[in-house]
């Protein structure tokens, strides 16, 4: 089997948008100038677990440029099926349903927007909005919730990946560990990796009259 | 991020009046700090006075030693042929710290002014003693891994960030700055202030006070100088623990020693103990090892950083041997 193309394994290649990435000319999603845009800022939540008690946007409201404080006291209701777990916390497959109860499921979810003339302004009203919480005990840590862990059963979704069961056997792990001649015994503990990708989440919403 | 107002000036005593005036207002160099706490609302200026025009960028080689402007880049100073010759300790940390991008920003007296990576510093959401003086200190019985073990108390464990003050400590750098009443020399090791001492007053600095220069002397020992610095990853990251040193050795004996430390303290840490400990003996691993015993005479850990004390003991030890090799 071979190639008469050059193996690309070990060699360097040009990612056809390096130049303009490494030069600052490379245009993202939240660069597109579009007339009249207005931006919006979150608020995130400062406690891990809890419920929101009060949210105080007063002086976010009056303060310069402010179009709308928006949380779950005054979004619109998603018109999506409900599930007992929506909210901000999805199973896997499931749409994201935010602004749509009071429940608090991680540190620096959304609990509020606000909207306003320039990304600027929106950002200074969103640090005047204060929220009050009802905290209740977060487990952050894996061993902690270990006495809780389950096999999670197979997935009821639509997505089609997500409906394959959790645990997937080969052969015979068991039969081949006992019958190997040398055993190497230990826990090993991974930390959690990150996808960082260079472009941050952003969204334009335009609305233009069909021609 | 708050709204503020910008101005950018080219004239130092403008600079200065313009700050001293208004105890909202900060100077901006190389932005790669103060931005960056802009952004999280952790410093909230209502005037930022651009001082990058000021002719702060010259390194000047006299017969004292070398001066250098206080909005000399990390870069141009980590490759400058005398410090490189002179002062390797310095190059080395600077080369160390962030990125070359990052670097190619940073300045001196920024640097000398940067502020701690502590977490719970950066997010207003925590109490903090140096963000909100008299709140606490979230980090006592919080993530402490990366927290200081000297130099610390109940109100704050903060670990200084630096790499370049700690080479400047060990240097006898000395800190030129212009304030309203005219002009001063503050040495580095009395600059900064400990954050367990005083959380609130990070330097011995006065609002509106400009650093303009920092100075280091010619002392001739200090070409044989290194720094040693030990982290989580090799590239882009703060010390778990760092050593600045510099030996004099004639005649077998040490002569004249140097020993700083970062990352385990709350302010670039002249090891003057630790010092005194080398003077008289034979370089070696007995004599290394116990002025690493007496520099570390004192440490206090905590949940997570227990390891910190005697990681910075085998950091000096290293980078002693290192300097005792040197030619």
Redesign the interface.
């Known amino acids: 089997m071979s190639s008469k193309r050059a193996d690309p394994v070990g060699k360097p290649l040009s990612r056809v948008d390096g130049r303009l990435k490494v030069t600052g000319q490379a245009r993202y999603a939240a660069e597109w100038q579009v007339p009249g845009l207005a931006h919006a800022a979150l608020v995130l939540s400062?406690i891990p677990r809890g419920t929101v008690t009060g949210i105080d946007a007063s002086a976010a409201e009056i303060s310069p440029g402010v179009l709308a404080v928006i949380s779950h006291r005054n979004a619109p209701r998603v018109s999506l099926p409900q599930r007992a777990k929506a909210g901000v916390d999805p199973a896997v497959g499931d749409p994201l349903q935010p602004l749509q109860d009071d429940k608090v499921y991680y540190n620096g979810q959304p609990v509020a927007v606000v909207v306003a003339d320039t990304f600027?302004?929106a950002?200074?009203a969103a640090?005047l909005v204060r929220v009050r919480y009802r905290e209740q005990r977060a487990v952050t840590e894996f061993a902690a919730a270990m006495a809780d862990a389950f096999t999670p059963g197979r997935h009821k979704s639509s997505d089609r990946d997500t409906r394959k069961p959790a645990d997937y056997h080969r052969g015979d792990a068991d039969k081949a560990l006992a019958e190997a001649p040398v055993k190497v015994r230990h826990t090993y503990a991974i930390p959690d990796e990150n996808h960082n990708p260079m472009e941050l989440h952003a969204t334009i919403a335009a609305w233009a009259a069909r021609s | 991020m708050e709204l503020f107002s910008y101005v950018r000036l080219d004239d130092p005593k403008a600079a200065v009046k313009r700050v001293s005036g208004d105890p909202s207002a900060e100077f901006l160099a190389g932005g790669t700090n103060l931005v960056d706490l802009m952004k999280l609302s952790v410093r909230t200026p209502a005037q930022v006075v651009d001082i990058n025009p000021l002719p702060l960028t010259r390194i000047e080689v006299t017969d004292s030693g070398v001066r250098i402007g206080a909005l000399v880049t990390n870069t141009d100073l980590a490759y400058h042929e005398a410090v490189r010759k002179r002062y390797p300790v310095l190059s080395e940390a600077l080369l160390s710290g962030a990125t070359a991008q990052i670097r190619n920003m940073a300045t001196v007296g920024g640097n000398l002014m940067q502020r701690t990576r502590c977490i719970y510093f950066r997010d207003t959401a925590w109490a903090c003693n140096q963000r909100r003086p008299g709140s606490g200190c979230s980090a006592l019985d919080g993530y402490n891994r990366g927290h200081a073990v000297l130099g610390t108390s109940e109100k704050c464990i903060a670990v200084h960030p630096s790499d370049m003050c700690v080479a400047l400590a060990a240097l006898d750098a000395v800190v030129h700055v212009q304030g309203p009443r005219g002009k001063r020399s503050i040495p580095v090791v009395d600059f900064h202030v400990a954050y367990g001492e005083n959380p609130a007053r990070l330097t011995t600095l006065r609002h509106g006070e400009l650093i303009t220069a920092v100075e280091l002397p010619a002392t001739a020992f200090f070409a044989r100088s290194h720094y040693l610095k030990v982290r989580d990853r090799a590239s882009f990251e703060f010390a778990l623990t760092s050593v600045a040193s510099a030996l004099e050795i004639k005649a077998g004996k040490i002569t004249a020693a140097r020993v700083a430390l970062g990352g385990v303290a709350t302010k670039p840490w002249r090891a003057t103990a630790a010092e005194k400990v080398l003077l008289g003996e034979k370089p070696g691993k007995s004599a290394y090892a116990a002025a690493a015993r007496a520099a570390l005479r004192g440490a206090r850990a905590y949940k997570h950083n227990a390891f910190k004390a005697e990681l910075a003991r085998r950091a000096i030890v290293r980078a002693l041997t290192v300097v005792g090799e040197m030619a």
């Open positions: 400062t600027e302004l950002v200074q640090g």
